[in-house]
């Protein structure tokens, strides 16, 4: 079975300090995803990456930053956390052509910035 | 753009069928996915259309028209495990981008 993690299940930080956070999927998938999920507007993209060192912005990449130097894992980076960054984060990853594969999410950390 | 609308919440009886639809408005279309989300959980993958139709998996069945803008999510039997928020996801044409809608709260009551 694919299995994705995710580094924390609860996170919570300060507004103006620097978040990580980490996915690491085990199935050899070439793509991964950065999504956070809302009340009242679902699951939005915030960056994705189709190989090692490649990204490409989602719908939302304000504020945040990725980074994939090894194929299992992809990280997101809140520069400078604040309030509005509360959410909740989801990663998946998936193989192959991204269109027509199924998406394997992780479960999520939510992330509170106060 | 890309717009994906279905119902924010539906009640359905232990036992009885629920039909969740889902309409869109994308640049193309290279299908549309059916995910499960229990409360607290990742979403889980349901189903996947690209060609018109309905596909049968078990107890669900997804239905696409792509002249429509269209698709359905059918549930037979339904069982309390089953309430949960059910997402549609399209993928536009030439995008790797699935974009998902807000979801639909599916709660089964007894």
């Not at chain 1, 980490?22 to 995803?33: A, G, K, L, R, S």
């Not at chain 2, 640049?27 to 996947?48: D, I, K, R, V």
């Amino acid at each position: 079975d694919v299995k994705v993690t995710q580094s924390s299940r609860y996170l919570v930080k300060r507004t103006g300090e620097k978040v990580f956070l980490e996915c690491v999927q085990d199935m050899d998938h070439e793509n991964m995803f950065w999504y956070r999920q809302d009340p009242g507007l679902g699951l939005r993209l915030i960056y994705f990456s189709y190989d090692v060192k490649m990204k490409e912005k989602g719908d939302i990449p304000e504020g945040y930053s990725v980074s994939r130097e090894k194929k299992e894992r992809f990280s997101l980076i809140l520069e400078s956390a604040s309030t509005n960054q509360t959410s909740m984060y989801l990663c998946a990853s998936t193989q192959g052509a991204v269109t027509g594969n199924e998406q394997f999410f992780g479960p999520g950390t939510r992330l509170t910035v106060l | 753009g890309q717009n994906i609308d279905q119902p924010t919440e539906m009640t359905a009886t232990e036992g009885a069928i629920v039909q969740i639809n889902c309409t869109y408005q994308t640049s193309g279309f290279n299908g549309l996915f059916w995910y499960q989300q229990h409360a607290g959980e990742a979403p889980t993958f349901l189903s996947y259309n690209v060609l018109d139709g309905l596909e049968e998996k078990g107890r669900f069945s997804s239905f696409l028209s792509r002249s429509k803008g269209y698709s359905y999510l059918l549930l037979k039997e339904l069982q309390m495990k089953d309430s949960a928020s059910y997402l549609c996801a399209v993928f536009g044409a030439g995008s790797y981008q699935l974009t998902f809608g807000k979801g639909t709260k599916l709660s089964v009551i007894p």
